[in-house]
């Protein structure tokens, strides 16, 4: 089985955190759009496996119309081979979200919703600019269920100068009160060139204290627990059969191809990336121009990736799968590096996997980097 990613690069405006790449202009939508279908027949010969994940993210894909949704949909039906009821996941913003919307996507056979939250609080979501408010994020959430979306994830930002720990004991509330199955809970992360840098940089505006924002963590994590979701990746938290199929074979290192501008794709031992300009894609793919870059991703490349990827997940990072993948001197350094964890209360072991302990989540990144070979 693979998974099938597709990058809409459009937003209505530019929250203050964000660094992916997107256009606040509709100019080119329709270019876009066609290109985009060009690359998806392009490709069809890197994949033959069965398609079981489809992912529209951004961007914010809610804004693209029915018809250009349906023709995206129907180019992947008629060059791909996609199982009957894939996991088929659009994120959307709370703002785009009324009832014929929710009836086109549900109709276009969407059975997953990724509702960009991130506060039911207003004075966060102003911090962030985001375009929607608190009462549209909940109602959007509301309406979504009474069309019948039971597969609803949302994501929420913590460790934020705007939010303190009862605002966000609240925020978490809200999983329990509208029923929510799934969520995503990140802490506020300053990336270079965003308007957030800039507040910080300008002393505009100042981010609360590492211990501050583990305070919040653990209490996501105790939180999240007690209404019956599982920590199955540190920022993931899910009830039973409610887990992200398409990140969790990111996760897994399970083949999965990109489309549109500054997509990434992964075919076995392959990585691609397109790139991430609107107008040079469109030009590049409408000439019959190049428009990505690929590597070979080597053995000392993979398994840094797989001790990154998978510890930080409840499957681990399994012996057996290493030793059968990866040369002696890999593992090698892999039992000696690993051996110190093992005797601590970071890391436990069970039928050959070793998973992080709740104390060890706290220093994930640490033990991966001391696992990695340079």
Request: include cysteine; hydrophobic fraction near 35%; glycine fraction near 4%.
């Amino acid at each position: 089985m693979a998974g099938i990613y597709i990058h809409i690069p459009f937003c209505k405006q530019k929250c203050s955190y964000c660094d992916f790449h997107f256009s606040t202009s509709l100019k080119h939508k329709d270019d876009l759009i066609q290109a985009l279908i060009k690359e998806i027949e392009q490709k069809k010969e890197l994949i033959s496996e069965p398609i079981s994940t489809i992912y529209f993210g951004g961007g914010t894909p809610s804004l693209m119309t029915n018809d250009d949704f349906l023709l995206i949909n129907e180019t992947l039906l008629k060059n791909y081979n996609i199982i009957e009821k894939p996991e088929f996941t659009v994120e959307c913003n709370p703002d785009d979200l009324d009832k014929q919307k929710l009836i086109d996507l549900k109709n276009s056979g969407v059975n997953r919703l990724s509702i960009g939250t991130q506060s039911f609080f207003d004075d966060d979501l102003q911090f962030f600019n985001r375009a929607h408010n608190s009462k549209q994020a909940k109602e959007s959430i509301l309406l979504a269920q009474d069309i019948g979306f039971e597969n609803i994830t949302i994501d929420l930002i913590y460790g934020t100068p705007t939010l303190d720990m009862k605002k966000w004991e609240e925020n978490l509330n809200q999983i329990e009160k509208l029923k929510i199955p799934h969520l995503s809970a990140y802490t506020l992360t300053v990336e270079p060139k965003t308007t957030l840098h800039h507040m910080v940089k300008t002393n505009q505006t100042q981010l609360p204290t590492d211990e501050e924002t583990i305070e919040q963590f653990k209490t996501l994590m105790n939180r999240t627990k007690e209404i019956g979701l599982t920590q199955y990746e540190v920022s993931n938290f899910g009830k039973e059969g409610f887990y992200s199929q398409h990140n969790s074979n990111y996760w897994k290192g399970i083949n999965y191809l990109g489309f549109g501008p500054s997509a990434h794709s992964f075919i076995e031992n392959k990585r691609f990336w397109n790139v991430s300009n609107n107008i040079k894609y469109i030009e590049a793919i409408s000439k019959n121009l190049n428009y990505f870059e690929k590597e070979l991703i080597d053995e000392k490349t993979a398994y840094n990736e797989y001790i990154l990827t998978r510890l930080r997940t409840i499957w681990g990072v399994n012996l057996s799968f290493l030793k059968t993948t990866f040369n002696q001197k890999i593992v090698e350094h892999f039992q000696k590096e690993i051996h110190p964890y093992l005797n601590s209360s970071y890391l436990q072991t069970e039928n050959e996997s070793i998973t992080l302990t709740k104390e060890g989540i706290f220093i994930a990144d640490k033990i991966s980097s001391d696992l990695f070979y340079v």
